[in-house]
């Protein structure tokens, strides 16, 4: 029988959602036995090269691409899970939602403490960059999200009893102690 299809990404994230997922241990070897990766960071596929089961999306959408990313996942993964507070209501980069999008970039590039050599006072405008969103988006409001695991990030037995109880079907079993919010 062929096994269930994950695919993972990381939008506007730190990749600690992710690192989550690698810190199950050695149920990192269960979990090889159990699904197959397609896109994703963990085997470095950069494309979908087939429809998968699962989608785990970390991080919500700050950027065009980003957006580009979650509606390519919506499309080509049947169930699609919001992985930690940042896929589920922005999380740190969504802190610039009450900052004028004008402020965040002169801070950024102009007039911020850590800025440098920008005597010119260039932000960058190259048309190959992503175009920057007016706020930062919680995934669920650009595409239907069907599961959501909390956490910054869930620790790594939630993440998987949540695979595993997708891959088999069974009920999810999350005592209080799995379920972490910071
Ligand atoms: S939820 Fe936390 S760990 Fe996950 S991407 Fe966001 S900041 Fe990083």
Do not use: Q
Request: aromatic share 6%.
């Amino acid at each position: 029988m062929s096994k269930p299809i994950v695919a993972t990404t990381s939008l506007a994230g730190c990749f600690g959602c992710h690192m989550s997922v690698l810190d199950i241990d050695e149920k990192i070897l269960e979990l090889i036995e159990l699904v197959e990766f397609n896109k994703s960071p963990i085997d470095d596929i950069k494309k979908f090269t087939k429809k998968c089961d699962i989608g785990l999306i970390e991080g919500g959408c700050c950027n065009s691409e980003n957006v580009h990313v979650l509606k390519e996942f919506r499309e080509h993964c049947r169930i699609l899970v919001a992985v930690g507070e940042c896929a589920i209501m922005g999380g740190l980069p969504a802190m610039r939602n009450g900052i004028p999008i004008e402020e965040c970039f002169n801070e950024a590039y102009l007039n911020g403490p850590t800025v440098v050599g920008n005597d010119a006072g260039i932000i960058p405008n190259d048309p190959e960059l992503p175009m920057i969103l007016d706020r930062v988006y919680p995934c669920h409001e650009i595409v239907k999200i069907d599961y959501f695991l909390p956490g910054c990030p869930p620790r790594a037995d939630l993440i998987w009893e949540a695979l595993v109880a997708l891959v088999t079907g069974d009920e999810m079993k999350l005592p209080y102690e799995v379920v972490k919010f910071d």
